[in-house]
T-cell receptor
Framework: AQSVAQPEDQVNVAEGNPLTVKCTYS??????LFWYVQYPNRGLQFLLK??????LVKGSYGFEAEFNKSQTSFHLKKPSALVSDSALYFC???????????FGAGTTVTVRA | GAVVSQHPSWVICKSGTSVKIECRSL??????MFWYRQFPKQSLMLMAT?????????EQGVEKDKFLINHASLTLSTLTVTSAHPEDSSFYIC????????????FGPGTRLLVL
């Protein structure tokens, strides 16, 4: 079984401030971890992933995430948030041997000008 | 990145009619595609896995006779909502995996279905 927890329904930050969106996971095998962003009435856009290698992963639009095996976390970060980063963010996990993704409940990010 | 398209983006239909939604991988082949359903302000729920050349596999609780899936080619999967009812109104999203070994799922833009 695999699951993802996003403990915060909403994250509010001021433009220019650091942004962090939290994610913890549970998986029986090797975790494949993903972050996606969704804008209103749109599909999901891929931001970044961790499969293996360096624990710090850099992705699109200045986002990065750090894989922490001991804490089973994969938090998404951006050093300086933009108003255009306001969206719904999903963390997802799959077991390395399975294609099925399990999604977290999502975190709504609001960046105020 | 990879592009997945869906058609239509919006559909409004009367109760009892059937609606077909297409999902295409535009610049890559996909022997497997996934169909999800998303309710407002909620996460994605996997409905089924679409397999080219074979039957789809449905998640527990999803009626296969209600949601017909056909994976006719390496770039096209269709979801047909049969005899649609208002409770079928939702946002339907497809995805296709790409990469080695197809580890990243790329999502279509979604189809908003409203059943009156």
């Amino acid at each position: 079984a695999q699951s993802v927890a996003q403990p915060e329904d909403q994250v509010n930050v001021a433009e220019g401030n650091p942004l962090t969106v939290k994610c913890t996971y549970s998986v029986s095998g090797n975790p494949y971890l993903f972050w996606y962003v969704q804008y209103p009435n749109r599909g999901l856009q891929f931001l970044l992933k961790y499969i293996t290698g360096d624990n710090l992963v850099k992705g699109s639009y200045g986002f990065e995430a750090e894989f922490n095996k001991s804490q089973t976390s994969f938090h998404l970060k951006k050093p300086s948030a933009l108003v255009s980063d306001s969206a719904l963010y999903f963390c997802a996990v799959r077991d390395g041997g399975d294609y099925k993704l399990s999604f977290g409940a999502g975190t709504t990010v609001t960046v105020r000008a | 990145g990879a592009v997945v398209s869906q058609h239509p983006s919006w559909v409004i239909c009367k109760s009892g009619t059937s609606v077909k939604i297409e999902c295409r991988s535009l610049d890559f082949q996909a022997t497997t595609m996934f169909w999800y359903r998303q309710f407002p302000k909620q996460s994605l729920m996997l409905m089924a896995t679409s397999n080219e050349g074979s039957k789809a596999t449905y998640e527990q609780g999803v009626e296969k006779d209600k949601f017909l899936i056909n994976h006719a080619s390496l770039t096209l999967s269709t979801l047909t909502v049969t005899s649609a009812h208002p409770e079928d109104s939702s946002f339907y999203i497809c995805s296709a995996p790409l990469g080695r070994p197809r580890e990243t799922q790329y999502f279509g833009p979604g189809t908003r279905l409203l059943v009156l």
